[in-house]
């Protein structure tokens, strides 16, 4: 199976990820050679065979929903990459039209 | 013998004895850190002041007879973990500043039993290699000969260990990303099962796989710091809270009557080097003459595992990374909108592996490709864990080469991800099954350069892995 340039892009779009056009065409091959190895799996007789997603067996571990780490604002403020007035200072999210 | 190069067991009599300080001791690591890494690269950052400071605190406690377990100790933790106050960069830009606020459970662990930190260890972006050459600061060389790669992804904590700058280091292993640099740079590294070991505060990759570890110079070593590593953690819902074991005093039941299996998928693999076939099969002599039975076993779904994992890594890096925008912390990118300022951010903050692999895990995860990827994925994860669960019924472990083949030479196999993927063969069927599996050295090949053998136990059975180990380094 294998992806186009097209498909790329529309991946990275969808991913946050801005590439050159040269980084689309290597993504392209590399990804396409990638998938093609997968198919290796199409082998594999899969009918009725359940989902493994965690090994352990353990289930519903719940905790309290406790406020913790207030000591750390001072630190946490500090990794912001914009601060103004003491909080933490994003892009418009809406744009004006 | 200079104090840099002793191991854990060493430094603690020689410190407790007063034959050294741990000033003296953490200054010849310091030493050997500025005289080689120059060249090998296993750093990337090094917190000179902080770990003097803290040695002459270890020293203090020594004098007033109250030592911990790693009082005065010098160690080194891979980038892709969380330290206190210490830069944590993941070997990427986006975290080029980023100094985290807390210490991840198993380094605040270690830092409590009085281990000294020296600083943070280059490795491949957020683990995703196999030869860290994916590091945005650089590739590590390998001690032995700089002009081959240290392994990957933790190669810089091996290197680090293997080239004495550090008595242990602390590592994170997803696929192999312990075991494979330790085989290529002669120490010992272990992955523990899947849910022993705390992943709080590590840098998630993927999070169905990634474990926490130790790489050391000896077994005992190992099982020292595992006895402190491991454990639930309340901050880690998938740590199981069976009892921790006595791992140092498990190691002295030796071996004798174990059933050790050879499993035939590993030793015929098409590409295997006959030198390391060759090593991995005295070892097993070795571990005949000490009383184990050996058996020929076989695990049928081990050449589907490279697949599954490479599908199943993908997938939960991409939903794991996106985390790193650029907007609460790490490297923001200048931009008019908030598109751009997300897509530049992680243009400019990931290196091209990385960008890869949330490309492939954002095409498995997407509508009409779900089930024929990460569904299917995690179907044949369960037959390959199935595969050792079947098997542990028969014998108590398996051991095989850890990797295919010996060092490579930097840049080798960069421009192909799919070739290094393949690297992986050996190692990443225990991770997709979450069971144990350490690499000990096995020897050197005609070159000079480390070989190691691979044993692999039964889901939270490290103590029979570290046993095995143990008789190995013996001879």
């Known amino acids: 199976m294998s992806i186009t340039v097209e498909e790329v892009k529309k991946l990275a779009k969808l991913a946050r990820i801005a590439l050159t056009p040269e980084e689309e065409q290597r993504h392209a091959e590399t990804i396409s050679a990638v998938l093609d190895y997968m198919d290796v799996l199409n082998e594999v007789d899969t009918e009725n065979v359940e989902l493994t997603s965690q090994v352990t067996g353990l289930k519903n571990i719940v905790r309290l929903d406790e406020i913790r780490g207030k000591d750390s604002q001072k630190e946490l403020i500090e990794q912001m990459p914009l601060v103004k007035d003491g909080k933490l200072a994003v892009p418009a999210v809406f744009e004006e039209n | ?475």
């Open chain 2, 1 to 475: 013998m200079n104090l840099n190069e002793l191991t854990i067991r060493e430094a603690k009599d020689g410190l407790n004895k007063k034959d050294f300080t741990s000033v003296e001791l953490t200054a010849a690591c310091l030493d050997r850190i500025k005289k080689r890494d120059g060249e090998i690269n296993a750093f990337i950052t090094v917190c000179e002041d902080l770990a003097m400071k803290e040695a002459v605190r270890a020293d203090e406690t020594i004098e007033r007879g109250e030592a911990w377990p790693l009082t005065g100790i010098p160690f080194a933790v891979k980038d892709a973990i969380c330290t206190a106050g210490v830069r944590s960069t993941g070997a990427s830009k986006i975290l080029d500043n980023y100094v985290p606020p807390f210490d991840a459970t198993v380094i605040k662990k270690i830092r409590e039993q009085g281990a000294v930190l020296l600083g943070k260890n280059n490795c491949d972006a957020f683990g995703h290699g196999a030869s860290n050459e994916n590091s945005m600061y650089g590739p590590v060389r390998n001690p032995r000969n700089t002009k081959k790669v240290a392994g990957g992804s933790s190669g810089g904590s091996a290197a680090a260990v293997a080239d004495n700058m550090c008595i242990f280091a602390v590592a994170e292993d997803t696929g192999g990303s312990i075991r494979q640099p330790a085989s290529f740079c002669g120490v010992v590294g272990m992955r523990p099962s899947y849910g022993r070991n705390s992943r709080f505060g590590i840098m998630s990759m993927a999070s169905s796989l990634d474990t926490v570890g130790p790489i050391a110079k000896s077994v005992d070593d190992v099982a020292f710091l595992m006895e402190i590593m491991a454990g639930n953690d309340k901050m880690d819902a998938t740590t199981v809270s069976d009892a921790v074991p006595n791992y140092v005093e498990e190691l002295k039941k030796g071996v004798k009557g174990l059933k050790i299996g050879v499993p035939k998928e590993y030793f015929e693999l098409e590409g295997l080097n006959e030198e390391i076939k060759e090593l991995t099969y005295k070892k097993i002599d070795i571990l005949e003459k000490a009383g184990c039975k050996i058996k020929q076993v076989s695990l049928p779904y081990t050449k589907y595992a490279i697949a599954v994992y490479y599908i199943i890594v993908p997938s939960e890096d991409s939903s794991n990374l996106a985390r790193l925008d650029g907007i609460r912390y790490g490297l923001r990118a200048d931009a008019n909108n908030l598109f751009d300022i997300y897509a530049n951010s992680r243009a400019d903050g990931f290196p091209e592996e990385v960008k890869r692999r949330i490309l492939i895990g954002t095409y498995a995860l997407s509508s009409g490709y779900y089930d024929a990827y990460y569904k299917k994925a995690q179907k044949v994860r369960t037959l390959i864990k199935n595969d050792f669960d079947e098997i542990f019924k028969k014998v108590d472990a398996l051991i095989t080469p850890t990797s295919p083949f010996s060092p490579f030479d930097l840049g080798e196999k960069i421009d192909n991800p799919l070739a290094l993927y393949l690297a992986d063969i050996m190692v990443s069927p225990a991770a997709v099954a979450g069971v144990p599996a350490m690499s000990v050295p096995a020897g050197e090949n005609y070159s000079g350069l480390p070989i190691g053998a691979q044993i692999i136990g039964p889901r939270f059975r490290e103590d029979l892995v570290l046993r095995i180990g143990k008789e190995l380094e013996k001879n």
